[in-house]
Structures are given as structure tokens and as C-alpha cells.
């Protein structure tokens, strides 16, 4: 039956997708355990910024995946010197994204003093530290309240924030996501927009949201917002994670091109570099390789005459990793094809 169900919101989703031309670019579905290569553990306490009482560890006890599910627990117990623990997981400077559709179907579970949060911030935090950096809170939700809140924060001669709340029962699966464009950021609530903030030409300092951002989920206990928990508080206290999705709107100017089977190179993903096969081309043929990435913006030319040499072999080591397109042009043809850089 899960399986049943889980397609029929694969179809759903992809409907959706299709409809917005959204094409999926990077996932997590926490199927199996959690992925090193997409998170990494923030350790200790210390308040957070917001006087918060945890104490986040990279222990099995606070975060791990069960059944399809991964689980950011909150727990009631001295640690370290703290009276609580949870996890905050983060894929700073491993995934990071400029613009796209993220979201995550999340559940939560609804106790006072208890804050758990999906949200992003600016990948150059460590350089121009917060709120310069800026920061996209996709889901946050406090206590036993039935909303939930989407938030904006950043400089602009000092904190600034703007965003709006939501009617929702927390304690269900919802799917929660901002639509963030170089014109706009739009926060959803199951594909239904509730908030919606222009950022279009970096107006009113909002130049941070043109930049890349890192992906946070976390359990905080206590704080500012939230204050502390009652003497009912119920603990442990569970996020639990379905998945999370990054879709991206490939542009025109790439979408436009052709693909083709006569432009072919490997490996395909690829971590380093890349090898082109240039058999379909005759020999002494000019030609020209351009990278371009999601927006449609080449990141790369190359220009060269094809010798005897059937392959070309391309480095990619100064290149983030995310999807980019090759095209190769020689006597007015054109060849296009996706390029995975893991």
C-alpha cells in the first residue's frame, strides 16, 4: 500500500513540476541513511543566537533514517551540561543552490518550548557573517500553535525581516517551499502561496538572495520565540523528514537546444573532469564547446580544431557542483547535452 501511495505522489508531484516547468536537480529521500555527502552535523550550545537550551550532537539518539524518514529528535536529558539535545544538519558549502523550487514534506510533532525548522542561509556566512548573509526560513513552528511561519532576514542598514504565517495542523504531512526567482521569493504551504516578496534588482538591499544558499534542518528547544518548555512538555519531541526536493527552471536559451546522441562524453556524472567524443566531426573541423549553466549563462568556452584525436578531455575542478549543459558547435551544427557535476 506505501508503495502505491508513494507513486501516486511521485505522479502528483511531477504533474506539478511538468506544469511550472520544474526540472528536478538534487533530492533527498532519506531512504537508506543519512548522506554524508549532502549533510554535515553543527556540534555544541552555546544559545545559537537566540539563548536556546539545547545542546546539537551527531548522535543516532538525535537524527537518524527510519522508515523512509529521516528523524531530528529532541530529547530531555543532561548532556554536556545541557538539560535538552537535538540536531541541526546542515549542507553548507556540499549542496547549495541560486534560485530555484525547494521543499520538504515534513511532519512535526506540536510541544511548548519546541522549535523545529526548515530553512536556509547565504553560503558566505563565514565571511560577512548574519544577517548580511541573508536567510530564507522555508518552515517554522513553534509550541503547540496551529500556523506555521515563512521568513525573510537580511541587512539593509541593520536586521530587516519580512514574511507572513499560515494556518496548519503540523502533526499532518505537509509540503512546504519557496519559489525563488531573480524577481521574487514565494513562500508555499502544499503548492498554495501564502507570502510573497519581490527582489528584483536587489531592491531594498536584498542583494544576498542572488547568491547561494545552504539547505538547515534543525529541532531547537527553548529560546526567545518559543521561551521554554512547561513542566508538561512532552519529550523526546520528533521532526520527521519524507524528502526534500531542489527543482530548478531551465531557462530558454538552453532549454531551446537541441539534444543529440552524436554529442556523447563520459563520465556522466562526473566529479573532476570530462572526456568529449568528437568521432562525428571531421578532421581539421573547427569547433566550439561552451558551458553553460542552469540560468543559461556560459561559465566556459573553449575553442580548438579537432585533430586526429577522437576525444578532448575537459577539467571541471573549479566548477560547483549542479547541472550544466555542453554544446558543441562546428560548421553551423549544434549538439547539446546535459552534464551531471557531482
Same mark, same amino acid.
Given at each position: 500500500?506505501?508503495?502505491?501511495?508513494?507513486?501516486?505522489?511521485?505522479?502528483?508531484?511531477?504533474?506539478?513540476?511538468?506544469?511550472?516547468?520544474?526540472?528536478?536537480?538534487?533530492?533527498?529521500?532519506?531512504?537508506?541513511?543519512?548522506?554524508?555527502?549532502?549533510?554535515?552535523?553543527?556540534?555544541?550550545?552555546?544559545?545559537?543566537?537566540?539563548?536556546?537550551?539545547?545542546?546539537?550532537?551527531?548522535?543516532?539518539?538525535?537524527?537518524?533514517?527510519?522508515?523512509?524518514?529521516?528523524?531530528?529528535?529532541?530529547?530531555?536529558?543532561?548532556?554536556?551540561?545541557?538539560?535538552?539535545?537535538?540536531?541541526?544538519?546542515?549542507?553548507?558549502?556540499?549542496?547549495?543552490?541560486?534560485?530555484?523550487?525547494?521543499?520538504?514534506?515534513?511532519?512535526?510533532?506540536?510541544?511548548?518550548?519546541?522549535?523545529?525548522?526548515?530553512?536556509?542561509?547565504? $553560503?558566505? *556566512? +563565514?565571511?560577512? @557573517?548574519?544577517?548580511?548573509?541573508?536567510?530564507?526560513? #522555508? /518552515?517554522?513552528?513553534?509550541?503547540?500553535? !496551529?500556523?506555521?511561519?515563512?521568513?525573510?532576514?537580511?541587512?539593509?542598514?541593520?536586521?530587516?525581516?519580512?514574511?507572513?504565517?499560515?494556518?496548519?495542523?503540523?502533526?499532518?504531512?505537509?509540503?512546504?517551499?519557496?519559489?525563488?526567482?531573480?524577481?521574487?521569493?514565494?513562500?508555499?504551504?502544499?503548492?498554495?502561496?501564502?507570502?510573497?516578496?519581490?527582489?528584483? $534588482?536587489? *531592491? +531594498?538591499?536584498? @542583494?544576498?538572495?542572488?547568491?547561494?544558499?545552504?539547505? #538547515? /534542518?534543525?529541532?531547537?528547544?527553548?529560546? !526567545?520565540?518559543?521561551?521554554?518548555?512547561?513542566?508538561?512538555?512532552?519529550?523526546?519531541?520528533?521532526?520527521?523528514?519524507?524528502?526534500?526536493?531542489?527543482?530548478?527552471?531551465?531557462?530558454?536559451?538552453?532549454?531551446?537546444?537541441?539534444?543529440?546522441?552524436?554529442?556523447?562524453?563520459?563520465?556522466?556524472?562526473?566529479?573532476?573532469?570530462?572526456?568529449?567524443?568528437?568521432?562525428?566531426?571531421?578532421?581539421? @573541423?573547427?569547433?566550439?564547446?561552451?558551458?553553460?549553466?542552469?540560468?543559461?549563462?556560459?561559465?566556459?568556452?573553449?575553442?580548438?580544431?579537432?585533430?586526429?584525436?577522437?576525444?578532448?578531455?575537459?577539467?571541471?575542478?573549479?566548477?560547483?557542483?549542479?547541472?550544466?549543459?555542453?554544446?558543441?558547435?562546428?560548421?553551423?551544427?549544434?549538439?547539446?547535452?546535459?552534464?551531471?557535476?557531482?
Amino acid at each position: 500500500m506505501k508503495i502505491f501511495l508513494v507513486l501516486i505522489l511521485h505522479l502528483t508531484i511531477c504533474a506539478n513540476v511538468n506544469a511550472q516547468n520544474w526540472n528536478l536537480v538534487w533530492a533527498d529521500s532519506f531512504n537508506n541513511s543519512i548522506k554524508l555527502q549532502n549533510w554535515k552535523f553543527e556540534i555544541g550550545d552555546g544559545g545559537w543566537g537566540n539563548n536556546e537550551l539545547q545542546y546539537y550532537t551527531n548522535r543516532a539518539d538525535n537524527a537518524l533514517v527510519s522508515n523512509g524518514n529521516l528523524l531530528i529528535i529532541a530529547k530531555k536529558e543532561n548532556y554536556q551540561g545541557s538539560n535538552y539535545t537535538s540536531a541541526r544538519m546542515v549542507s553548507k558549502d556540499l549542496q547549495t543552490w541560486t534560485y530555484g523550487k525547494i521543499e520538504a514534506r515534513i511532519k512535526l510533532q506540536q510541544t511548548q518550548g519546541v522549535w523545529p525548522a526548515f530553512w536556509m542561509l547565504g $553560503n558566505n *556566512i +563565514n565571511q560577512v @557573517s548574519w544577517p548580511t548573509c541573508g536567510e530564507l526560513d #522555508i /518552515l517554522e513552528h513553534i509550541n503547540t500553535e !496551529n500556523k506555521i511561519y515563512g521568513t525573510m532576514h537580511w541587512n539593509n542598514n541593520g536586521h530587516v525581516q519580512a514574511g507572513n504565517s499560515a494556518f496548519c495542523n503540523a502533526t499532518q504531512y505537509h509540503l512546504y517551499g519557496i519559489e525563488w526567482s531573480a524577481d521574487s521569493i514565494k513562500w508555499l504551504l502544499d503548492n498554495n502561496v501564502y507570502y510573497k516578496n519581490t527582489i528584483k $534588482n536587489s *531592491i +531594498n538591499n536584498t @542583494s544576498a538572495f542572488h547568491l547561494p544558499f545552504f539547505i #538547515i /534542518l534543525n529541532m531547537a528547544v527553548g529560546g !526567545n520565540w518559543p521561551g521554554s518548555p512547561a513542566t508538561n512538555s512532552v519529550f523526546p519531541d520528533t521532526m520527521f523528514v519524507d524528502y526534500i526536493h531542489v527543482f530548478q527552471n531551465f531557462p530558454t536559451a538552453v532549454s531551446a537546444i537541441q539534444n543529440s546522441k552524436l554529442f556523447n562524453f563520459y563520465p556522466n556524472p562526473t566529479e573532476k573532469t570530462v572526456k568529449i567524443n568528437l568521432e562525428t566531426l571531421q578532421e581539421n @573541423s573547427f569547433m566550439e564547446i561552451c558551458i553553460y549553466n542552469v540560468y543559461g549563462t556560459i561559465v566556459k568556452k573553449y575553442t580548438s580544431t579537432k585533430n586526429m584525436n577522437n576525444e578532448l578531455e575537459l577539467s571541471l575542478f573549479d566548477f560547483p557542483k549542479g547541472i550544466y549543459f555542453l554544446t558543441l558547435k562546428s560548421n553551423q551544427q549544434q549538439w547539446t547535452n546535459k552534464l551531471i557535476l557531482q
